[in-house]
């Protein structure tokens, strides 16, 4: 199998896959916060990782930077070992990997954030870097809405409501963990979240804390491996399919 993470590749490695055409190449932005008692606090991160090798399969000739991490999530202070970036450093930091990116000759930069706070930096970011490289092609395929749609629409066909899929770390992201990494997910620890009503305003203004004392939105406690297998093959294929309607690939 041809190899797609670049911290995996050495530089000649990297070089004679450019000389090879490869010149799309995959970011996820990810994140380092709380996800209940049961899961890791890299669970963005190792989810967005996950999907970016995954997509850049499906795609060819595409590679995998190593995850921007930490993101932006104030909004989870209130649990230990969260970690969080103001939106302008962060959008520093993906601007800087970027320009390094495109200075070794990628053409088409895929930016895919995994965790909510990081959305709008990133929209920001690329309609920034598309004024200043005009001859590179810099998006970020989804938005927040697509992809925690994509997720609970597979949850649906395991019974699963939407609900109990969740938004953090609900049955929808601890299936995808249970799939990717199940060893990192203590399912003896899960318990049922918050799933009662609130805004997006509530959950940045006052923090996730104040709406849910475990950290989970959703219940966990619906989660299996196999929804997680369904679930990032569709959103793998999703993405992928609309990568390449927007890169004309």
Request: proline share 5%; hydrophobic share 40%; charged share 25%.
């Amino acid at each position: 199998m041809v190899k797609v993470k670049m911290d995996e590749m050495s530089w000649v490695e990297v070089k004679e896959a450019l000389d090879n055409g490869f010149d799309t190449v995959i970011v996820p932005v990810g994140s380092i916060e709380q996800h209940g008692p049961h899961l890791p606090l890299g669970t963005d991160t190792f989810i967005g990782e996950a999907l970016s090798v995954m997509i850049a399969e499906k795609l060819g000739k595409t590679l995998v930077t190593p995850p921007i991490t930490p993101g932006c999530s104030q909004h989870h202070m209130g649990f230990p070992g969260t970690l969080t970036l103001k939106p302008e450093t962060l959008m520093q930091v993906v601007r800087d990997v970027c320009k390094c990116l495109i200075r070794h000759g990628f053409k088409n930069i895929i930016l895919l954030p995994t965790h909510g706070g990081n959305f709008a930096p990133i929209e920001t970011l690329i309609m920034e870097l598309a004024m200043e490289h005009k001859d590179v092609k810099i998006i970020s395929p989804l938005k927040l809405e697509e992809l925690i749609k994509v997720m609970n629409d597979v949850m649906a066909e395991y019974g699963v409501t939407f609900k109990e899929a969740g938004v953090h770390a609900g049955a929808a992201e601890t299936s995808a963990m249970l799939h990717i990494n199940g060893g990192l997910v203590k399912i003896d620890r899960a318990v049922e979240g918050f799933t009662g009503e609130y805004t997006i305003s509530q959950l940045y203004s006052y923090g996730v804390k104040a709406i849910s004392n475990t950290g989970v939105l959703g219940d966990p406690r619906k989660a299996s491996a196999d929804a997680g297998r369904k679930m990032m093959e569709k959103l793998a294929e999703y993405y992928a399919e609309k990568i390449k309607k927007e890169l004309k690939f």
